[in-house]
């Protein structure tokens, strides 16, 4: 074994000693509220599919007539000969469904932070975001030629501080925050940011990737929640959680679109989005357009299983959403608690740092308008067992 792997062989054991070490479990099949992994039947709590999307029927129907119609591939990078009519009906009726001026679609969401933070800011602004926004948001600052800096979780006294020492020393300042905060469920205060931006004459950006299908009406995202249509500058949204399938979008301005179409990287140098997700994710939003029973559905769901929990005595945070942390603390006593879920018939991943802060370690449920009562029943009598065996509760 040469230098450098010993070096990272080092390094893989020294995360399995902490506890950090990530085993990929396989999904034999669709990603459904029960669920084969690893050849065992599961309630699946780990899902994003947040809609129950991923293995409709209309959605799978709409991507086999795609292919037929367009083949497997867009077949080069959009700005050249991959720019579908497929791609262009898509982003017309988002910029419908978001009450946008207009929408661009990217290949992922973690593409959208990555290729419009860089885009929109240069050398002379400054970039402000929450302290606990996702990756993607960390890693499309550090593209950027923008300084950056960070204000304290959801804090607006702290938000507005850093605006002040800051705000005349750039030409711009973008201040980004996650919709929904993925470890945690609570819910960006976006109407104070938004005050705070229009007082001092800064940008606002909103990643929603976990409220896309989840807030607002038929699920249009924190924007709509919040009411604050035209009013915030970069709304980002995900078509692979809620919506069942791959891809992400920028929603605003028609100039910001027009701005993104000639400056956002992974647009220009990736191909485009394949004709069947293309499909896919547009009969996912003419659902949502024609009914809020998926949302309604999970936001039911989701409120007796938060509810059930709670009473049983374990630690659920501040979640406001569909998303519920029970928070155990210890890395390794996280995933042995993850394990052993599994064993007993539940399946949801325990989720340690670097994705959240050291000694904050948990498993991470997230239900789904897919869950019927008596599955959700069924794994909270697992968890309690188990919690009660492991002296969590």
Known sequence: MNNQNNYLQAKVDDLKKEGLYKEFKTVEGPNEAICKIDGKEVINLSSNNYLGFANHPRLKQAAIRAIEEYGVGAGAVRPINGNLKIH?????????????????????????????IQAVVDVGDLIISD????????DGCRLSKAKKTVFKHSDMDDLERVIKENR??????????????????DIAKLPQIVE??????????????????????????????FNLHGRVDFIIGTLSKAIGVIGGYVAGKQ??????????????????????????????????????????????NANYFKEKLGKLGFNTGHSETPITPIIIGDEAKSSEFSRKLFENGVFSSPIVFPTVPKGTGRIRCMVTAGHKKEQLDEAIEIIRKVGQEMQII
């Not at 262009?88 to 419009?116: H, P, R, W």
């Not at 926004?133 to 960390?138: F, R, V």
Request: a negative charge; glycine letters at 8%; proline letters at 2%.
């Open 196 to 225: 705070l931006a229009e007082k001092y004459d800064c940008l606002t950006y909103v990643d929603d990737a976990h409220a896309s299908g989840v807030l607002g009406r038929s699920g249009r995202g924190t924007v709509d929640h």
């Open 255 to 300: 100039e910001t679109i027009d701005w993104l179409k000639n400056r956002g990287r992974p647009l220009l140098f990736s191909t485009g989005n394949t004709p069947a997700d293309t499909a896919a994710v547009l009969e996912a939003i003419k659902m949502l357009m024609e009914s809020e029973e998926y949302t309604k559905r999970l936001w039911s």
């Open 88 to 116: 262009n009906d898509l982003e017309k009726l988002l910029a419908e469904f978001k009450e946008e001026e207009a929408v661009i679609v990217y290949q992922s969401g973690y593409n959208c932070n990555a290729g419009t």
């Open 168 to 185: 005349d020393q750039y030409n711009q300042v973008l201040i980004i925050t996650d919709g929904v905060f993925s470890m945690d469920g």
């Open 131 to 138: 302290e606990l926004n996702h990756a993607s948001i960390i």
